[in-house]
Nanobody, 123 residues
């Protein structure tokens, strides 16, 4: 089991930027593909972005492509989500997750989840 702790959330105005971090407590971080998901009030959890084990391949939801960037530092056991040009509809609790499978956007294919960090974008 991977312990994941997100940080970096907060309140930002529309058009602003935030960088989320997710620190993993595991010795073999590089064997996991990593993903970011988000859940807004009254809505289902949705895929945001994923990164391969090496960090060389990334995949994004259409709603964030071109604005968000996922990356990872295997030496630091950390995955990041750089969010630019934020919109009010990006407001949600953001979760990072680890999967033993290759990069995926399917929630049930992730084995471990963080507790989430709140991102609020004001108009």
């Amino acid at each position: 089991q991977v312990q994941l702790v997100e940080s970096g959330g907060g309140l930002v105005q529309a058009g602003g930027s935030l960088r989320l971090s997710c620190a993993a407590s595991v010795r073999t971080f590089s064997i996991y593909s990593m993903g970011w998901f988000r859940q807004a009030p009254g809505k289902e959890r949705e895929f945001v972005a994923a990164v391969s084990r090496s960090g060389g391949i990334t995949y994004y939801a259409i709603s964030v492509k071109g604005r968000f960037t996922i990356s990872r530092d295997n030496a630091k056991n950390t995955v990041y989500l750089q969010m630019n040009s934020l919109k009010p509809e990006d407001t949600a609790v953001y979760y990072c997750a680890a999967s033993i499978m290759p990069m995926t956007e399917i929630p049930y294919q992730y084995n471990s989840w963080g507790q989430g960090t709140q991102v609020t974008v004001s108009s």
